[in-house]
């Protein structure tokens, strides 16, 4: 089964405004960015997953996701240029069409910290995200 992190990232990937500051090869699935990435880059990553299993269940289940999106970045004013988009994105598609997936929502939840990656001086910011959708069991 696929998860929500998998429609952030066709949200971002298909929102002009994001890859202009982030192209699509730096969105990055997983749970760690590779190697020596050029900055800026976005990292996503689930923090929690729920999935309603009823009693008598359909062909769908119901799923919500919250998503968490890093953005690494080299300054604070890049990090604060690819913050806007990145919400920009998820607030022009709440009612996403993402292949695989029916129902979906998105909505914004916590804006974590800011700050500097320990050992670094790459500057990291939290977007999280709540995606509910529907998904063939």
């Known amino acids: ?23 699509v090869d ?7 960015l590779p190697k ?6 976005l990292q996503l990553e689930i923090i929690s997953e729920f999935d309603s299993n009823i009693a008598n269940p359909g ?8 998503v ?8 604070a ?4 240029l690819v913050r806007r988009q990145v919400r920009r994105a998820l607030f022009a598609n709440q009612r996403a069409t993402v292949p695989d997936f029916s129902n979906v929502t998105i909505h914004t939840d916590g804006g974590g910290p800011t700050g500097l ?3 670094s001086n790459v500057r990291v910011g939290l977007q999280d995200a709540i995606v509910t959708f529907s998904q063939e069991r």
């Open 59 to 66: 062909e769908d289940v119901f799923c919500r996701h919250r």
């Open 26 to 32: 730096r969105i990055i699935n997983d749970d760690a």
């Open 77 to 80: 004013s890049e990090r604060s």
């Open 1 to 23: 089964m696929s998860d929500g992190s998998d429609i952030i990232f066709a949200v971002y990937s298909a929102f002009p405004g994001l890859t202009a500051l982030v192209p």
């Open 117 to 119: 990656a320990p050992g």
């Open 36 to 41: 020596g990435i050029v900055l800026p880059a």
């Open 68 to 75: 968490r999106t890093r953005i690494h970045a080299n300054t």
